[in-house]
């Protein structure tokens, strides 16, 4: 039997390539591997998202997204985690088997507290339940498929050990593996995406190439990238350029060559470096923007795709509670 490859995707504002090479890519390598199940976490974004309209839109957008990108709902399980009961019901039992104290040390929540104590703030201000028990919800959302890896970011690790203590104490207490324990599968290797201005790419410092904008936009976007005051004739090092950078994500090995020949030959400015990104980057974003639009324009069949899958999920789902409720005793 194949081993289990789950992730949860919080939709939360436009994809970008960051997004793209960080998360998506490779969590589509890996579904080649594994019996993959991914899926929309759209209650963990109710936790900060309280407009309707907003989080209706960006729920769609992501799966659409994800979609476009190459995501097969024939090999992937994807579903939206509001469409498995089971996931709350289970998340209802770990709460009875997770100690306060883990979740006071969890970083997000961390956080919040510092912040609002840096503000002068009371310590709770901001911060709602659905916050503090966070890593509850998710690791009721990879334990309830038995998953045995999680693609996800670093920062998301701290939330994979949780979801390991609360198996293990489970299993301690009913002195069998009632729960599987999870691993995180870490994307140590990929490089880090730099944003316009040279720092990580992230929607939080806007600084974002967004996967999704029409061609016209993209380009602009590319030419805001920030450069230094080197001359057109001055050769330049393509190692310490993040325009260089992103080329290499979409270039093909012998136009990354011979673009680095150019940059240490001098004679080629900025503008040149832009224009041939803006090149590379359309040429692979062209034909999956293609795909969202279409995908966006027919909600009611990407609905059905949600759908379908979450009917594939819920008896995988019902076996996990079934388990677990009869090892309680309150089956
Ligand atoms: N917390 C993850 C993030 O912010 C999203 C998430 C929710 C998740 N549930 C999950 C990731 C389960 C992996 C497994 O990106």
């Known amino acids: 039997m194949k081993k289990i490859s789950l992730t949860g995707i919080k939709p939360t504002g436009d994809l970008h390539i960051g997004n793209y090479f960080g998360a998506i890519k490779p969590a589509l390598e890996l579904a080649n591997e594994y019996d993959a199940r991914y899926f929309i976490a759209d209650y963990h974004a109710l936790n900060t998202m ?108 701290q939330h994979i050990e949780m979801a390991q203590d609360i198996a293990q104490s489970v299993n301690a207490n009913y002195g069998k593996q009632v729960l599987k324990v999870p691993q995180a599968a870490v994307q140590e290797n990929t490089a880090l995406i730099p944003g316009l201005d040279g720092r990580k790419m992230s929607k939080s410092y806007g600084n974002i190439i967004p996967l999704f904008t029409p061609e016209k936009q993209l380009r602009k976007t590319i030419m805001r990238i920030t450069t230094n005051s080197q001359t057109v004739e001055e050769p330049k090092n393509p190692d310490e350029s993040q325009i260089f950078q992103l080329y290499k994500l979409f270039a093909e090995p012998q136009e990354e060559t011979d673009l680095a020949n150019r940059y240490r030959a001098g004679g080629m400015g900025w503008g040149d470096a832009k224009e041939e990104l803006f090149r590379v980057v359309d040429r692979t974003l062209a034909p999956i923007r293609r795909r969202y639009d279409e995908i966006m324009a027919d909600i009611p069949s990407l609905d059905k795709i949600l759908k379908q899958g979450a009917e594939k999920a819920r008896p995988i789902a019902q076996s996990t509670i079934n388990r677990f409720r009869k090892a309680a005793g309150v089956d």
């Open 50 to 157: 309280k407009d309707p309209k907003e989080l209706n839109t960006t729920i769609r957008q992501v799966a659409a997204g994800w979609l476009a990108s190459g995501l097969d709902p024939e090999k992937v399980i994807f579903y939206r985690q509001s469409s498995i009961p089971e996931v709350f019901e289970l998340n209802a039992m770990l709460m009875a088997f997770t100690a306060k104290g883990l979740m006071n040390r969890a970083h997000a929540y961390k956080a919040a507290v510092q912040d609002n104590a840096e503000k002068g703030d009371d310590t709770d201000a901001g911060i709602n339940m659905g916050l503090f028990t966070y890593p509850v919800l998710m690791a009721a959302d990879i334990i309830i498929f038995d998953s045995d890896v999680v693609p996800v970011g670093k920062d998301q690790v």
